[in-house]
Structure formats: C-alpha cells, structure tokens
C-alpha cells in the first residue's frame, strides 16, 4: 500500500532525529529543528541519496513515483536502522547499494533512537581530519572544530577517534569469526557483523532484505547477538566494564 509506506517513512524520519529537540520544539516551535546542525545534515543525506538511488532505479521501475517511493523507504530505513524493507536493494544497481553500506555506518541522529556511528560522530570525524591537513602544513594554527556554533572539545574528539575505531575493529573482528565458523562469504560475514552493529537488521548477501539469519549455527547467532548487544549499548561502555581499573575502588 503506497499510502501506508508514505506515512511509515514519514514516522521513519522523525525517529532519526534528536528526540530532545521535540521538548525544545514544544517551548520554542518547529524552527529549532532547522537550527540544529545534525538535523540538517541528517535530512541533507537522506535527500541526496534517496535522489541518487532514485535515478539508478528508476528504469527498472513502473514510474517516478514508485522508483522515488522504493528508494526513500530503504534509505530511510537503513539510515534510522529500523529493520524494515519494501523492495530488494540487492537487485539494485551497484552504484546505490555501496551507498546503502555507507548508510549502515551512518545511522541517525544522536538522542535518537537510531544505530550506526551516528551523524554527530561522523561531522565531527570529517571536520578533525581536514583541521589535521591544515595544521600538517601549518603547524602553529589553532583550529577549533565547530559543530555549528559550538567548540567541540579536544576529550570529546578522542572519544569519537576511539569510538570509531573500536566500531570498525568490531565489524572486522565479527565479520572474521562469522567466516571462520560457518564458511560463510566474505560479504555475508561481513555485512552480517555490520547489520548487526549498526542494528540495522537486514544486509547483503545471504542476509538481504529477502532473506534472515536462521541459516547460522548457534555459535555464530551468539556471537552476532553479542555484536547486537555491543552495538546498542555503545561499544566504549561495554568494553569499560572488561577493564581492571572499572572495578576498583
């Protein structure tokens, strides 16, 4: 039902965004959602690469309204790391599926209810890597990193340093075992371990959005719930609690 699936993205989205800023909206009005930075990006991304997969698909659509519609819903629902899926991306072109993967990384907003890095992360991650540039030709220049109008501090960026890395080594490490347990592909490994993560749900290859994880042994559902588990809670929390110091008085 188009109608249903409109109304699903639209719900989508708005669980993609801060939650916070519906408290604020309500004292201040609607307009603080287009004042916040991560919003705006966040509603940026998801309209250029709906756009971008809607021009790929659309020869193998009906029309514009389908292709615009199949493209949206899967956008948004890998970005908000919802779960849901009304056409099979794998049958997509290769072109919008690497960006559906880079979507996976991505995730909502920050005080959403979305998985992934999110969005927050990620700006500040580009904005420290080109200040970097600047200062490796410059190395007497003071460059805040800006989100918005706020100076993000020099804490606040090692964590997002280490919480990306740690994200990273965790999809390698899972992508790794899954392969070494039940033979799987590389992709299937893979992108098992991402969508489980990112708490996207489906992925590619033997866990497209056709298909389901049923298929694994025991011991690789284990280990893919606990990446589930990892990925919900934040990976930093969850390793803080395997650390010696975390325990002492």
């Known amino acids: 039902n188009p109608a249903a699936e409109w109304v699903i993205l639209f719900f989508m989205l708005l669980a993609g965004t801060n939650f916070m800023l519906y408290a604020e909206a309500l004292k201040k009005g609607p307009k603080v959602f287009w004042r916040h930075t991560e919003t ?4 940026l991304i998801f309209g250029l690469v709906s ?6 698909i659309w020869p193998s659509k009906a029309g514009v309204e389908e292709a615009v519609r199949d493209s949206t819903f899967q956008v948004a629902a890998v970005m908000t790391t919802t779960g849901f ?22 995730g909502g907003c920050s005080g959403s209810t979305a998985g992934g890095m999110k969005i927050f992360r990620i700006m500040v991650l580009v904005k420290a890597a080109f200040a970097e540039i600047r200062r490796s030709f410059r190395p007497h220049l003071i460059t805040p990193v800006r989100i918005g109008r706020s100076v993000v501090s020099r804490g606040a960026i090692r964590e997002v340093f280490a919480f990306s890395a740690m994200f990273a080594f965790t999809v390698i490490i899972g992508g790794i075992l899954i392969a070494w347990i039940d033979g799987v ?14 708490n996207v749900g489906p992925g590619l290859g033997l866990v497209g959005p056709t298909d389901n994880f049923g298929f694994f042994s025991d011991t690789s559902k284990t280990v893919l719930s606990a990446l589930m588990i990892l990925g919900r809670l934040e990976i930093l929390t969850v390793a803080a609690l395997f650390l010696p110091s975390f325990w002492r008085k």
Do not use: H, N, Q
Not at 40 to 43: G, K, M, N, Q, T
Not at 51 to 56: P, R
Not at 185 to 198: H, K, N, P, Q, Y
């Open 185 to 198: 592909d590389g992709t299937t490994s893979m992108m098992a371990s991402l969508a489980c993560v990112a």
């Open 51 to 56: 756009l971008a997969c809607a021009i790929s």
């Open 40 to 43: 705006r990006v966040y509603f």
């Open 85 to 106: 899926g009304t056409d099979d991306y794998e049958l997509w072109p290769s072109f919008p599926k690497l960006i559906l993967v880079g979507l996976f990384f991505l």
